[in-house]
């Protein structure tokens, strides 16, 4: 059984579609995949909770690779507006929804070993080369950031990726420490900050764990489509993700998950399909 943990709202569906294609395609264990999600609507009318409809497709998707595979869906709002509602780093470099892996520790049953992974990724081989290695004395197995180790710390992390120990991180309270320097400290990358920071013990892995530049290496496990920063012919940020198939055929220049991406469109196809459908049935 691998255990993983997504988090978003309602337009990280594309990312975890075709994340969890891309797993599906490679892995033979079970998956079980938990999604944060909430309303935070408040701030942004667009940061609503992912929908029953999106969570029950990718469940239909995930079974039919393999029929004990699921995904399952909660709803963590009254959680974060209680940890950090209005808090210093809410309107962070990227989302509030960066912030949901925190209250890991918080969700009843989750279990002990849990593998995070950001929306805009895929997994180029089986996951569970990744997923088995032992991080029992670690709280996390992570993989340096790309330009951070550079410029920050040695050491300092792309919290992407986070192969987590429950048991672990609830005894050194990595996550607790995490939330709190997250509500009174304004950090330039908020939860990637908070979980370096507030670490007892980690284990570094091998890039191939988290490929956050090249998309050609052939032992890539898990290939990142992070912001690059990239100096030739003239200094720019590009910052194109998985589902943005043109993008990643004429620009990136991958077509490593040609395969991965092909089923993606149709099956979003077949979405839109069944949502129009219900519209003009009146559901």
Known sequence: MINLLLCGNEKVFDGALTELISITNKTRETITCYIFTMDVSRIKPDYKSITDEQIDFLNEVVKSKKSDNKVLKIDVTELYEREFGKCKNENAYCTPYTLLRLLADLVPDIPDKILYLDIDMMVADDIS???????????????????????????????????????????????EKSRTLIKTVKMTFADQDAIYKSTTKKLLLPRIYNEQGSFKKKDTVICHFAKRLLLFPYPRIENYKQWQVEKVHKVLKCHAFDRDLEEYINLKNKFKGQIERKIFNGK
């Open 129 to 175: 080369k990744l997923y088995n290695i032992d991080v029992s004395e670690y709280e996390y197995a992570a993989v340096k950031e790309k330009y951070g180790h550079w410029f920050i710390k040695p050491d300092y992390i792309n919290a992407g990726m986070l192969l987590l120990n429950m048991k672990k991180i609830k005894e050194t309270k990595l996550l």
